[in-house]
């Protein structure tokens, strides 16, 4: 029997550790359990939040509102020749995926390794890292539209992937949840070793014909020594959004700054490190109350302990003001702010 309680702390359910406590709480193991939910009307207008990991997001307030926790669990996989397709319940945890994927050499999702979050929320972050995004993998997955109780399928045209988005992010915001994700991976993977940092400790390590464990220990490694563990102090990974802007805007941006960060995009944009550039602006390891910025990697905004929403907001603020004034460059946050 689904089970709704009150008042219910989001602490231990959101990785920054913020103390901030949700009205109405639901945790749903099963797809059945979302028909039962929102065939009472009382649900169908509130104010609503679908918690995964709760590693992408930033609860500035208490939420009040209704909080649905998706646990719905189960990997299913199947081979047809070289192409595996892994079909996973949206409350999985997403590196239990790629550590399942990767021992028994399904490739695709290795440089991915150690990334926060569940399998649900992968899919409307499109998440990446190291030259991989997600929209690279994926085949489908199955959504629950709450308007009308049914169960739908989308394509990757359907999801409209941009960087860091999705359709889910967009004009279908709020419409739809996801239980399950379907990939599409490979027995014969293209290893993906674009980012030089991977090339360079695989050089370090005397690998010279890598494979996907290897990527995937590698990318944990590099990972682990830039970004602070969740569990010791409080973060959501990359705060902000790699900027991406014009050629003619970058080429005076270069002249000024002759080792400002930056990758060519392949419909002739230029992406900027937003970590670089928050950097030059005197940020790195820098506190402000009970929140700063982390020692090694400054695009990762951490709770020192106690820090409230609104801080850590705030300081995010500081850092795109001073980005801005400094370079020119607007920084977008790629955390989801809830308030």
Not at 59 to 81: A, C, M, Y
Not at 209 to 216: F, G
Not at 228 to 250: C, L, M, Y
Request: proline residues 3%.
């Amino acid at each position: 029997m689904l089970q709704i309680q009150e008042n219910v702390s989001l602490k231990k359910f959101n990785t920054f550790g913020i103390d901030a406590n949700a009205r109405y709480f639901a945790e749903i193991s099963h797809e059945d359990e979302l028909v039962e939910l929102f065939a009472d009307p009382q649900w169908m207008n509130m104010n609503r939040l679908v918690l995964g990991g709760g590693s992408n997001m930033l609860l500035v307030k208490d939420f009040e509102g209704l909080v649905i926790r998706l646990n719905i669990r189960g990997i299913e996989h199947r081979i047809s020749h070289d192409d595996v397709f892994v079909e996973v319940g949206a409350g999985e945890v997403w590196n239990g995926l790629v550590n399942f994927c990767v021992d028994r050499n399904y490739g695709g999702i290795e440089n991915l390794s150690l990334i926060p979050g569940s399998v649900g929320a992968s899919p409307i972050q499109n998440i990446g890292a190291y030259g991989v995004e997600l929209k690279d993998v994926f085949e489908s997955c199955r959504a629950f539209e709450i308007a009308t109780g049914t169960f739908c399928t989308f394509t990757k045209a359907d999801c409209k992937f941009g960087y860091r988005e999705s359709v889910f992010k967009t004009e279908l915001a709020g419409q739809y949840i996801i239980v399950s994700v379907k990939f599409h991976l490979s027995l014969k993977p293209n290893i993906n070793l674009k980012y030089g940092a991977i090339e360079q400790e695989l050089a370090n390590r005397g690998i010279t014909q890598p494979t996907i464990e290897d990527v995937s220990e590698v990318v944990s490694y590099i990972r682990v020594s830039k970004l602070p563990d969740p569990s010791t102090i409080g973060n959501a990974g990359s705060f902000f959004k790699n900027p991406v802007i014009s050629a003619e805007q970058f080429e005076p941006l270069q002249q000024n700054f002759p080792d400002i960060v930056n990758y060519p995009t392949a419909d002739g944009q230029v992406k900027l490190a937003a970590g670089w550039l928050i950097e030059q602006c005197g940020w790195k390891g820098k506190t402000v109350g009970n929140t700063g910025t982390w020692k090694n990697q400054a695009l990762v905004l951490v709770n020192h302990g106690g820090a409230t929403g609104e801080e850590v907001y705030s300081l995010s603020s500081q850092i795109i003001d001073s980005v801005y004034t400094k370079f020119g460059v607007m920084l977008q946050r790629e955390v989801n702010i809830i308030s």
